[in-house]
């Protein structure tokens, strides 16, 4: 059962959930990227993990902070709650306790962010499905095979047909009919193809099935090595891939992942505050030139 009405989210940051029932998509790598892309452009973010059993999220930004302490470097992170697991007996006991810890979390950051970014399990669980309840943007990630494609869609083995809606689909549209009802919000539910191997006969069945449930899909990112490289190091592709960053030198596939990255969030057309993004531009300027040599023009100048 769905909530009867989402629960508020003081102070309004927009709500970005990551969300897809296939463990394994990239959600919480995906989820990770786009708290970092809005920090850099000068967001205040916040980020919750729901995942109380893999608390991938927590995890990945707890290695940031040590990977920023070891290679002396500032490195942006997000403002993190992560929601324990209840462990009582009783479901609803658990609901009720997780629920609280939920509302605590949002409370405690929405204030003081603008955008705020719900990692979720791969499970069906009442929180997962809260979340979904009050997203502005839904990110679905998912793999180039039509057997992930089943949480969305099922499809004719030999036309490639959608025949029937999937479980998570389902799920995602009694979410928006429940949202439309509370409060006429469009969540823009956007499908990313992630670990991608380009499949045409995937992208016209998503592109059969998003006229179908009413979302837009996306080229994400490619299979490479250097996204499961960066969960231990805490870091992305959207960082800057220097020695001092790194601590190696960027090789093409680490550049190919940040031009892929940067695109995807590009196209996802977020509701970014310019003023802040402004102010962002300036101050990476301000420290790119605190660091150089001063230029002749500089010392002559009046
Ligand atoms: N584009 C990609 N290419 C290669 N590996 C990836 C890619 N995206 C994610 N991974 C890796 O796949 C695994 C699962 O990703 P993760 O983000 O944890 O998925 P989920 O949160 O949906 O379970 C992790 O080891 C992650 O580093
Ligand atoms: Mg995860």
């Not at 992170?77 to 609280?100: C, F």
Request: glycine share 6%; hydrophobic share 40%.
């Amino acid at each position: 059962m769905l909530h009867a009405a989402p629960i508020a989210v003081p102070g309004s940051p927009h709500v970005i959930v990551v969300g897809n029932e296939k463990g394994g998509s990239g959600k919480t790598t995906i989820a990770m990227h786009v708290a970092v892309a809005l920090l850099q452009q000068g967001q205040r973010v916040g980020t919750i993990d729901l995942d109380s059993n893999q608390k991938g999220l927590t995890r990945y930004i707890e290695n940031r902070r040590i990977w920023a302490n070891y290679r002396r470097i500032e490195l942006a992170a997000p403002l993190h709650r992560d929601i324990p697991r209840a462990e009582g007996k009783r479901l609803e006991d658990n609901e009720a306790e997780e629920l609280a810890a939920f509302e605590a979390a949002i409370a405690s950051v929405s204030e003081s962010v603008d955008f705020l970014v719900i990692d979720t399990p791969s499970t069906d669980t009442y929180l997962m499905r809260l979340a979904h309840l009050i997203a502005d943007t839904l990110l679905t990630p998912l793999t180039d095979s039509f057997l992930d494609f089943g949480t969305l869609g099922a499809i004719d083995p030999i036309t490639c047909e959608i025949t029937a809606m999937g479980h998570y689909g389902a799920m995602v549209c009694e979410a928006r009919r429940h949202r439309r009802q509370f409060d006429r919000s469009q969540i823009d539910w956007v499908v990313i193809r992630n670990r991608s191997s380009l499949s045409r006969l995937v992208e016209r069945s998503l592109g059969q099935l998003g006229g179908r449930l009413g979302f837009r899909h996306l080229e994400g990112c490619a299979e490479r090595v250097v996204y499961r490289q960066f969960f231990t190091s805490g870091l992305t592709a959207l960082d800057p891939l220097d020695q001092a960053t790194l601590g190696d030198r960027a090789n093409r596939s680490h550049q190919a992942a940040q031009q892929e990255t940067r695109d995807l969030i590009e196209l996802l057309r977020l509701p970014i505050n310019d003023r802040a993004r402004r102010r962002a531009a300036a101050r990476a300027e301000w420290f790119a030139s605190a660091n150089a040599p001063l230029a002749a023009d500089d010392v002559l100048a009046d």
